[in-house]
């Protein structure tokens, strides 16, 4: 109750005062009235003047400078609380033009977002804008600087050079200002300049600055074409990555269907032991072939990259090989070189082979033993193509031993179809009670993971968990 009457006698007190302001028409009685008429609208109740009207009048009459920020900076920040943005920054313009900074920060990144025109650009340049500057850390006001000066809206004999702005910001952590400086350097063909200052910019790898922009220049991402550029930082991609080089060539080459730069990036691509045609495309190409020059001019480079260890070119050319059913002995080594390399896909093409080939034949031995330490350390194809290759021999003789030692090594590594199956069998065979239970853990843990018919042999053995 106290608080409220307390809060009655502060509006009363207001209200008689209103008379007296009203009377009074110095900028400070104005701004204070103002502040009156604002309260009691917070308060709920209708002011009996127009608060915006008496922050108008203080704001433009006012005579010191601490006067002319304090009441326009304040005047600013309740016409934008109601929408006015032109009238907000006019005020920001008289307190900062008056001396303060904060205001100027405003106006900075309001001609910046293009939502402020200075009424007159050269006074708040030179009033604001250098003044802001003498903060190291400022980057708005250098960066906005270097922008009209470039747009001749300032004179560079006048304000200084924009390259001297945006150095200042670069060096204060601006980002913008350092990707402006890139591509400064960049127009100007000084592409190891405009390198250091992306890699600032971004925090990228310089390999994938390289290749960025030239695939940016190929393509015309960030503007037209521009095939000299896009080719001098191709050259500085595949000094730092031969391999992200290869293989952007190799796109770009496809996208363009050869005409920007084809000749220079087939030789890109193929040093990588990257074809620029599909490997679908390839293999109907080498079909097509009408001679065995033609042929050799299709997978001669990939042989090259494959002799000098290139793992991508050596698959490619053992699935090569594979489609056009090429004897089996070329792909093999082919194949086994690129899985060591590190093409975990290799693996696939390995166990075809490997099924398809039939004892004696020299080739499939180290894709045997490929498929072996595959299947040792926990592959489930693997292991699951050499339970099949024992069951219904090829290579190697059919073995049942072998076929339920690698049955199980795909059941340990998690598979549900062969924990199944290994369960099943050793339920239906096994002769001691140890292996009805190893058979159930199988069995419970197939049935727990969804496999449909190990859930039906559970309950129609009647097994349980224990």
């Known amino acids: 109750m106290r608080e409220l009457k307390s809060y009655s006698q502060a509006v009363v007190v207001a209200a008689l005062m209103l008379p007296l302001a009203s009377c ?38 006012a005579k010191s400078n601490d006067d002319i920020i304090r009441y326009n900076r304040t005047y600013a920040t309740f016409l934008l609380d109601n929408g006015k943005s032109a009238k907000a920054y006019a005020a920001f313009e008289r307190a900062a033009l008056a001396g303060d900074p904060s205001s100027g920060r405003r106006l900075v990144k309001g001609h910046n977002d293009g939502i402020y025109r200075p009424s007159s650009l050269t006074t708040v340049a030179r009033k604001v804008y250098v003044p802001l500057t003498a903060d190291t850390s400022e980057v708005g006001a250098r960066v906005l600087l270097a922008k009209l000066i470039d747009d001749g809206e300032l004179s560079a004999g006048q304000f200084g050079s924009s390259e001297k702005w945006l150095n200042e910001a670069a060096k204060a952590g601006g980002t913008s200002a350092l990707r402006q400086l890139a591509e400064r350097a960049e127009k100007q063909g000084n592409l190891k300049l405009a390198l250091d200052y992306y890699i600032k910019a971004d925090k990228t790898s310089r390999a994938e600055r390289a290749l960025r922009q030239a695939r940016a220049n190929y393509l015309g991402q960030d503007g037209p074409v521009n095939v000299k550029r896009a080719h001098a930082w191709m050259e500085i991609a595949r000094k730092l990555d031969r ?15 050869g005409g920007r730069d084809g000749i220079y990036l087939s030789s890109v691509a193929s040093a990588g032991g990257v074809s620029v045609i599909s490997q679908s495309e390839l293999v109907s190409a080498y079909k097509a072939a009408k001679t065995d020059a033609e042929r050799r001019n299709l997978v001669e480079p990939l042989k090259m990259a494959a002799a000098n260890g290139n793992a991508e070119a050596a698959l490619s050319l053992a699935q090569l090989y594979i489609g056009v059913g090429a004897d089996p002995t070329d792909a093999s080594g082919l194949l086994v070189k690129a899985y060591n390399r590190g093409k975990s896909e290799a693996l696939v093409p390995i166990l075809a082979l490997l099924m398809q080939a039939e ?70 065979n096994g002769k001691t009670e140890r292996s009805k239970e190893l058979a159930s853990q199988y069995l419970i843990k197939a049935s727990k993971r969804g496999d449909a018919f190990a859930v039906s042999y559970v309950k129609s053995k009647n097994i349980l968990e224990n």
């Open 24 to 61: 009074n028409t110095s900028s400070g009685a104005a701004y204070r009235d103002a502040k009156v008429q604002i309260a009691q609208e917070k308060a709920g109740f209708a002011a009996r003047r127009d608060p915006e009207a008496l922050l108008a009048q203080a704001a433009l009459t």
């Open 243 to 257: 391999q992200g080089a290869a293989q952007l060539a190799a796109r770009i080459y496809r996208q363009t269907t």
């Open 359 to 428: 004892r004696g034949q020299g080739y499939a031995e180290p894709l045997f033993n490929v498929a072996k330490k595959a299947a040792a350390k926990g592959n489930v194809e693997a292991a699951r193509a050499l339970s099949s290759l024992y069951s219904i021999g090829g290579y190697k003789s059919a073995d049942e031993d072998e076929r339920l030692k690698w049955l199980q090594e795909a059941a340990d590594a998690g598979d549900t179809k062969s924990q199944y199956e290994f369960g099943v069998y050793l339920y239906e």
